[in-house]
């Protein structure tokens, strides 16, 4: 992809940052966002990203239009956690901020919606999950629901403004700028418990930073009408305990787990059409772990 105008509606985290910064040299990058963080601004501004202050929750008429792509992996964290299980704090206004950010942006070449896997009910164990498999709860129940709700507005508006779109359910995405392998990774080097569900081993298909960039860019190209719906996930099957213990290997660490109902239960995407139509992962799980100690923590790498 070169010379495109890009807006990436976040840009800060693990799943979106790195496809920004992979599109930043050859194209025009915009990330929109509250900036909170003025670091994180600063870290984008550095890559030669353009940013744009600007809540979700404020009306988009003085957003400018005209770029050819739409990366959207924002969560307004107020919605969602400020008042769980209240309407219309939580689902309705994190929904209906979707929406309105869509046909905002009508006619785009490709529109990106960062869903969850948390969205399906776990079967449990390592039984991979296709993008069929009934809805449910896997984490926190109004994030969930956020982003079902948000996955049916994204849909719809799909099909009636006739954008091409890619709905990504994304599994365990992690690297410098986060996720739950960088948390754990963290909960580690701190000597922290890392919680974790009672029925053991907690397997995942994590996907790492490189991975991100390159299937976050496939995704933003590969949109469809109706959306292409795909599991976006790593290709590695392994359990939580295994990774951990080896990230503790790494940095002289021994983890701690901690089994309870908080902790997350095994969750394992298909990626059969992720491979499809989207493309393979080049990182695997144990590469993955020493490139994010390696950007982490360097003087604890063993």
Not at 212 to 239: F, H, K, Q, Y
Request: aromatic share 10%; glycine share 8%.
């Amino acid at each position: 992809m070169d010379g495109q105008r890009v807006l990436f509606v976040g840009g800060q985290g693990p799943v979106s940052a790195p496809a920004a910064r992979l599109l930043a040299p050859n194209n025009e990058v915009f990330a929109m966002a509250r900036f909170s963080n003025p670091e994180s601004r600063a870290r984008l501004e550095a890559r030669g990203i353009t940013c744009l202050k600007h809540d979700l929750f404020d009306s988009f008429d003085d957003v400018p239009t005209g770029f050819d792509y739409v990366y959207y992996s924002a969560l307004p964290m107020s919605a969602v956690f400020d008042s769980p299980g209240s309407w219309p704090g939580s689902y309705d206004a994190y929904a209906d901020a979707s929406g309105r950010l869509m046909a905002h942006f009508q006619g785009v070449k490709g529109f990106v919606f960062a869903s969850s896997m948390s969205v399906y009910e776990p079967p449990g164990g390592k039984t991979p999950v296709p993008e069929t498999h009934p809805f449910g709860v896997h984490t926190y129940a109004p994030y969930a629901f956020t982003k079902v709700a948000s996955e049916a507005v994204v849909s719809f508006l799909s099909r009636s403004v006739n954008t091409p779109t890619t709905i990504m359910r994304v599994a365990s995405a992690s690297g410098v700028d986060g996720g739950p392998m960088r948390d754990r990774l963290d909960l580690i080097v701190q000597g922290k418990p890392i919680p974790l569900h009672p029925d053991k081993p907690t397997y995942f298909r994590p996907i790492f930073e490189p991975d991100c960039a390159r299937l976050g860019v496939s995704a933003l190209e590969a949109g469809r009408v109706p959306p292409l719906v795909v599991n976006w996930c790593g290709d590695d099957i392994v359990t939580v305990e295994e990774y951990c213990t080896f990230m503790g290997q790494l940095v002289g660490r021994e983890p701690i787990f901690q089994y309870t109902r908080d902790g997350w239960c095994s969750l394992v995407p298909d990626n059969t059409l992720r491979q499809q139509v989207l493309g393979k992962c080049e990182v695997g799980w144990q590469d993955g772990c020493r490139m994010l100690v390696e950007q982490c923590y360097p003087e604890l790498l063993r």
